[in-house]
């Protein structure tokens, strides 16, 4: 009776931990930490380093009706992003993609949360991790 008590308990507990994000705590505007981690050779995440631009990294926002927006404009990019998002489970697709006659995108137009909170967004791009703050 005790294994079975034991057994139904850890069940329970492994199906409470599933990362289903509800797509009300992915609405609001984000904005870049300029925190990247890469992946390394062995598979394992890198540490977290502070990147330099000379070019500021707009805020980026998602809305209750399902659109991406870059610095409050329509977000699709050449192989990265379009202007409008689904969320299902942790992965955020895009539609509405902008049309790049000039270059392969080879990418899919999918970013996988690895962690939502409160305060900070961190969003994976294939080999790479960006971390994002919450500004509203």
Same mark, same amino acid.
């Given at each position: 009776?005790?294994?079975?008590?034991?057994?139904?308990?850890?069940?329970?507990?492994?199906?409470? @931990?599933? %990362?289903?994000?509800s797509?009300?705590? *992915?609405? &609001?505007?984000?904005a870049?930490?300029?925190? =990247?981690?890469?992946?390394?050779?062995?598979?394992?995440?890198?540490?977290w380093?502070?990147?330099?631009?000379?070019?500021?990294?707009?805020?980026?926002?998602?809305?209750?009706?399902?659109?991406?927006?870059?610095?409050?404009?329509?977000?699709?990019? @050449?192989? %990265?992003?379009?202007?409008?998002?689904t *969320?299902? &489970?942790?992965?955020?697709?895009?539609?509405e =993609?902008?049309?790049?006659?000039?270059?392969?995108?080879?990418?899919?137009?999918?970013?996988?949360?690895?962690?939502?909170?409160?305060?900070?967004?961190?969003?994976?791009?294939?080999?790479?991790?960006?971390?994002?703050?919450?500004?509203?």
């Open positions: 009776m005790k294994r079975l008590i034991l057994s139904i308990s850890i069940t329970i507990g492994l199906l409470s @931990c599933q %990362s289903d994000i797509p009300k705590k *992915l609405i &609001g505007v984000w870049p930490t300029y925190q =990247i981690q890469n992946k390394e050779a062995n598979g394992k995440w890198g540490r380093i502070t990147i330099n631009t000379l070019m500021a990294i707009p805020d980026m926002e998602f809305t209750a009706s399902g659109d991406f927006l870059r610095d409050g404009k329509p977000g699709a990019a @050449c192989c %990265s992003a379009g202007n409008k998002y *969320l299902s &489970g942790n992965t955020i697709t895009f539609s =993609i902008k049309d790049c006659p000039n270059v392969d995108c080879s990418l899919s137009y999918q970013w996988k949360i690895h962690e939502l909170t409160s305060k900070f967004l961190i969003l994976e791009f294939g080999e790479s991790r960006s971390k994002y703050a919450r500004v509203k």
